[in-house]
């Protein structure tokens, strides 16, 4: 095996007796339709999961029909499931992880591109991204012994004493709860928002941070007025990818989140969510009712994810229309 | 490695194998001592339950080196288990729950539940006044807790059960698995047996619809969120409460006595089984008959073929299972916390593999 270098091929190119026009346009046949098929491997990959995922569920969609999405039992013994528990689950644990990474990750992502000192930039921005690099089951583990704990003892009474007056900080504190898997997601969400709302961010020009800096604006207000919203879409977009990851974490949620089938009022009380209800049954499923039932589940996770991207989707075109970085890349 | 020479030898052969082309295979291993009996390279693949796995792995491995035939076992799940048997595409499954009837006329040619070894579950709890007292409870009194009728450590019943200890006048908190598994099994079939209003309400099976608590993710899970909740209560796998030495709780059997979980009184719940000469070993042994029983005990069992249809591989693994059922194995299972067999039930085991 010889490599071949760039310094190779610069020695070979210019050679008379090959001409090297025809050689080319030859091998960029072959590089196209290998690119052709390998961009055809995702639809279709697309489409088998797609097939596989209606295959699985036609028993249960057979039998419980669109009843699935709205009822809230789930009984493996008399084969009764309904899965709206761990839609609901699924949607405010995200919703809830949302709501803490995104201010969060994107005052980072200012901070580091803005204001921050040039040597500790790239320090801070890579231990950022190396939490993106943790496995989801470490940070499970990390949840039950560390986060739990902490968060049962001091954050939930503190949040009970101060907002109790709210419905959602209410009840007894058992620990596992749909507010602890949403600050674990929050947490696993935060580096994939960060960096590409930093990526985003540095493409700024900066000639429009001069322009607003001229105009007499501080440094605080060029940030705010200028080049955050001419970022807009691409910071839309980082948050998109960590509502995907949200949506779809199974490990870290299962072992924080108390694996309840029930809706509550309460983010102290113990939820569920579909990828964690799969996770969990699915070895020891035995009968063909319950099997089916969770590939229903399967597939509404894919539905709702689908629905959830377009949604978001459809809001970036709508803000992004004009300008701005990122808009085109989306 | 160095204590397994035939893996070591087979391990040679493929390395020489990787060096030297392909004029040497991995057949080498076959001149492993012992291997006579067998043909080299002989290897069974099968599927199933996560409880007994340990234990497995250990047999398979030791048999190995004694025989020469390899063992390949996927602890995917008892569920998965019986599905891959199911369709044949392991030469034996494991499971911790038996195959339904349906599911059993659903094989072709016929099939045996071979029972390998005991399992127990315990109920587990987290009182710190309590100290090193077990607490003490009857099967009915255990339902209720975990039906969410009994929600107070002080309620009578419990201190009725347990004269003399300082129960504290706090709430339960129940802890179930929110994965299906072996061991919500066999403890929903054991409340099943004793409560009606259980058995009506949730009935058994991997994963149930649980009335009150909160669901853990396996045995370290369900242990985690007891051992840091003041006044809960759980239920683990007899194993995985030894080797981290939880409180559990003594039971009351049918015979009316309380009784703490032993490998002996597993044992014994095995022997207060009902066999009958025919059977399929499809028995259910919680709260099973005899003074000396532990209540929630049960087998896990490997799925294998018999009848008509008998291939090779059939034959290797029913050579596994005899090898199984001598005392050296099944003292290997009582070193990891396991429960032997009783000796009437290898017996049994014997004559039907014989007779079948």
Redesign the interface.
Same mark, same amino acid.
């Given at each position: 095996m010889t490599a071949l270098t760039e310094r190779d091929v610069a020695r070979e190119a210019p050679a008379p007796d090959q001409p090297s026009l025809e050689r080319s346009s030859y091998s960029d046949q072959v590089f196209k339709g290998l690119l052709t098929l390998a961009a055809l491997v995702i639809p279709v990959l697309l489409s088998f999961l797609v097939f596989e995922l209606w295959e699985g569920a036609r028993l249960a969609i057979a039998k419980f029909g669109l009843d699935f999405v709205t009822t809230s @039992?789930?009984?493996? @013994?008399?084969e009764q499931f309904g899965a709206f528990p761990l839609i609901f689950g699924t949607l405010i644990s995200s919703l809830i992880a949302l709501v803490i990474a995104v201010p969060l990750s994107l005052g980072v992502a200012i901070y580091l591109t803005e204001f921050a000192p040039k040597v500790i930039r790239q320090p801070v921005a890579f231990l950022i991204s190396l939490l993106a690099a943790i496995p989801s089951v470490v940070y499970g583990l990390w949840g %039950?012994?560390v986060l %739990?704990?902490i968060l049962?003892k001091s954050v939930f009474p503190l949040l009970r004493d101060v907002f109790g007056f709210l419905p959602l900080f209410q009840g007894?504190i058992?620990?596992?709860s749909m507010l602890a898997a949403g600050i674990i997601l929050a947490i696993m969400v935060m580096p994939f928002v960060m960096s590409v709302s930093r990526e985003v961010l540095t493409a700024v020009p900066n000639t429009q941070r001069e322009a607003s800096l001229a105009l007499g604006a501080t440094r605080w207000e060029a940030v705010i007025t200028t080049v955050v919203p001419y970022a807009r879409s691409g910071i839309m977009g980082a948050v998109i990818l960590g509502l995907g990851r949200a949506l779809g974490e199974t490990m870290a949620v299962?072992?924080l989140i108390?694996?309840?089938?029930e809706i509550a009022a309460s983010l102290f009380a113990?939820g569920?969510t579909m990828a964690?209800a799969i996770?969990?049954?699915?070895?020891?499923? @035995?009968?063909d009712m319950h099997l089916s039932a969770l590939a229903y589940v399967a597939f509404l996770l894919f539905v709702v994810t689908v629905l959830v991207n377009a949604g978001a989707r459809l809001l970036i075109w709508r803000v992004a229309r004009g300008s701005g970085v990122g808009s085109k890349a989306l | 490695m160095s204590s397994h020479p035939l893996r070591s030898a087979w391990l040679l052969g493929l390395a020489l194998a990787a060096c030297g082309g392909a004029d040497r295979g991995p057949a080498s291993s076959g001149h492993a001592p012992g291997a006579a009996s067998h043909p080299a390279g002989v290897a069974l693949t099968g599927a199933g339950a996560t409880f007994p796995n340990p234990i497995y792995s250990k047999w398979f491995d030791a048999y190995a080196r004694e025989t020469g035939v390899r063992i390949n076992y996927q602890s995917? =799940?008892?569920? =998965?288990g019986?599905?891959q048997f199911m369709e044949g595409t392991v030469d034996f499954g494991a499971t911790d729950?038996p195959m339904?009837d349906q599911?059993v006329d659903a094989v072709q040619g016929e099939v045996l539940h071979v029972p390998t070894v005991l399992g127990a579950v315990v109920a587990t709890y987290n009182l710190p006044a309590l100290g090193r007292t077990p607490l003490r409870f009857d099967g009915l009194t255990l339902a209720d807790i975990f039906l969410g009728r009994i929600t107070r450590w002080d309620d009578p019943r419990i201190l009725q059960l347990n004269p003399g200890v300082k129960l504290p006048a706090e709430?339960i #908190?129940v802890v179930h698995r929110?994965?299906?598994? +072996?061991t919500t099994y066999v403890f929903t079939d054991y409340l099943s047996k004793v409560s009606p209003e259980w058995k009506r309400r949730? +009935?058994?099976?991997?994963?149930?619809?649980?009335p009150v608590? #909160?669901? +853990?993710?396996g045995n370290e899970?369900v242990t985690?969120?007891v051992k840091?909740?003041d006044g809960s209560i759980g239920y683990v796998e007899y194993v995985y409460a030894r080797s981290n030495d939880l409180p559990a709780a003594d039971i009351r059997n049918a015979a009316g006595a309380f009784i703490a979980p032993t490998l002996k009184a597993v044992r014994a719940a095995a022997e207060g089984g009902s066999f009958p000469p025919e059977t399929d070993f499809r028995v259910s042994i919680t709260n099973a008959a005899g003074a000396e029983s532990y209540p929630i005990a049960s087998f896990t069992w490997l799925l294998i073929h018999t009848g008509d249809r008998r291939t090779p591989k059939d034959e290797t693994i029913r050579a596994f299972l005899a090898w199984m059922l001598e005392p050296g194995p099944q003292r290997m299972a009582a070193d990891l916390h396991y429960g032997p067999l009783p000796v009437m039930l290898i017996e049994l085991i014997r004559r039907r593999l014989g007779a079948s």
């Open positions: @039992v789930w009984d493996p @013994v008399a %039950i012994f %739990i704990p049962r007894p058992y620990g596992p299962t072992m108390g694996n309840r089938h113990p569920y964690a996770a969990n049954e699915f070895t020891e499923a @035995v009968g | 995917i =799940g008892s569920g =998965g019986i599905r729950g339904t599911q709430d #908190l929110s994965d299906g598994s +072996g949730v +009935g058994h099976a991997t994963s149930v619809e649980w608590g #909160l669901g +853990g993710k899970g985690q969120q840091q909740s």
